[in-house]
């Protein structure tokens, strides 16, 4: 049984669950005498044994180097003031190396610095500093002021050392496993012309009110383009089913009276998931409406697609500022960060047409298909990236 957490917020519990579980990790280290530990952020504590065991441990950083640079950042701007982030609303926070951000766009578990979540992030940002090296999956082009400011030792507390980065992306899925919806859409989007759907899909939880639904509907159909888009149920307001899997949505309900049918020759509404990583990568698709996750981000650079910044959870509000001021990969709806959360169906419409139709557009798809050629280049045989990996692993074979 795990103590109590005093946090709303679930990562807390998972710092938590993982500190108990060191001395099962110590026990499994100390009978299989590994070369290296690799680990994620929230498994930092893990630390420990690693220096115990004397085992050489990293980190591999499943998100960008911008947010790598705030996270190594966060110390010396909580030594700096005694403010909350969501005491500070939208004043720009200062990070070398990324762009100034808005408070208010800092990820929810570390706005408030009484809670428990702060204080297990505050000292996995720390951890990041004892370990022999940060795997971050992105490619050095995409993101080279973070990955060079944070190699030069500017993001990190004075007093502590600055690990050696090591750039292997983007790493994405190599395959789907389609099933039958799967193959519905790629049919369908076989038969439109090239480049011409945008495709919205917002991540594996992420899910929208009944009202922004019928805002994004009327959105899409008053923008007069061809779409494809995944619809998730509305979350439930029992926070006991917040982690439960969804049903499935009822479209009939969900949607406006006869938006299916009057859509029905340009677009397919598609319930709770699609094979996202072949949907980016077919030659229809000219435009994606993304929740900026970054597994999303890569996979859209991988297939040269444009985006739609629309952030909902986690890191991906930080992630939509770089996607626009630095990367200029992508531009943001607007109305996600206002008092109400509601984006509308107005701005949806006029944001999808100027992404499909639009001197702007056309500019932001050109930008995204130079990324898609560096990705790929950083990736063969003996590219940046791959030649990165291919270093650290003999490196280790020599431990």
């Known amino acids: 049984r795990l103590p109590a957490v005093k946090s709303k917020h679930h990562e807390a519990l998972t710092f938590k669950l993982v500190r108990v579980s060191n001395p099962h990790l110590r026990e499994f280290l100390a009978a299989a005498s590994p070369a290296v530990l690799v680990v994620d952020f929230f498994c930092s504590i893990a630390l420990d044994v690693a220096e115990e065991l004397r085992v050489p441990a990293y980190f591999f950083f499943t998100s960008g180097a911008e947010v790598l640079a705030f996270f ?4 010396v701007l909580h030594e700096r003031t005694t403010a909350s982030f969501q005491d500070m609303g939208e004043e720009l926070v200062h990070v070398p190396g990324i762009p100034p951000f808005p408070a208010t766009h800092s990820i929810l578990p570390i706005m408030e610095r009484d809670d428990a979540a702060y204080d297990g992030f505050l ?4 951890d990041l500093c004892r370990s022999q090296g940060l795997i971050v999956n992105t490619f050095r082009l995409l993101e080279q002021r973070a990955v060079e400011t944070v190699a030069a030792g500017h993001c990190t507390p004075p007093g502590l050392p600055t690990p050696p980065i090591y750039c292997i992306g983007p790493l994405i899925k190599s395959e789907e496993v389609l099933g039958k919806g799967g193959e519905e859409c790629l049919a369908w989007l076989d038969a439109q012309p090239r480049a011409s759907v945008v495709f919205l899909c917002f991540g594996s939880i992420g899910r929208f009110s ?10 899409l159909e008053a923008s007069g383009q061809r779409f494809l888009w995944v619809v998730r149920a509305p979350p439930s307001d029992d926070p006991a089913k917040k982690f439960e899997k969804p049903p499935e949505p009822d479209l009939d309900a969900l949607l406006p009276e006869g938006f299916l049918a009057r859509t029905k020759d340009r677009g397919l509404v598609v319930r709770s998931w699609a094979p996202q990583r072949d949907v980016l990568a077919h030659a229809s698709v000219g435009g994606f409406v993304t929740h900026c996750g970054w597994n999303s981000v890569l996979e859209a650079v991988m297939a040269g697609v444009p985006m739609l910044a629309w952030p909902l959870y986690a890191e991906q509000r930080l992630n939509r500022v770089f996607l626009e001021k630095e990367m200029q990969l992508a531009v943001a709806v607007e109305g996600y960060d206002s008092d109400t959360g509601l984006v509308a169906a107005e701005e949806v419409a006029a944001k999808v047409r100027w992404l499909m139709d639009s001197e702007g557009g056309r500019r932001l798809r050109e930008r995204t298909l ?3 050629r560096q990705a790929k280049d950083a990736l063969r045989e003996g590219g940046e990236s791959e030649a990165t990996l291919a270093g650290l692993v003999d490196q280790w074979k020599r431990t």
């Open 72 to 75: 190594m950042y966060l110390p």
């Open 123 to 126: 000292k996995g940002f720390r």
């Open 210 to 219: 009944a009202e922004q639904i019928r805002e994004v509907a009327a959105g």
């Open 370 to 372: 130079e990324a898609m």
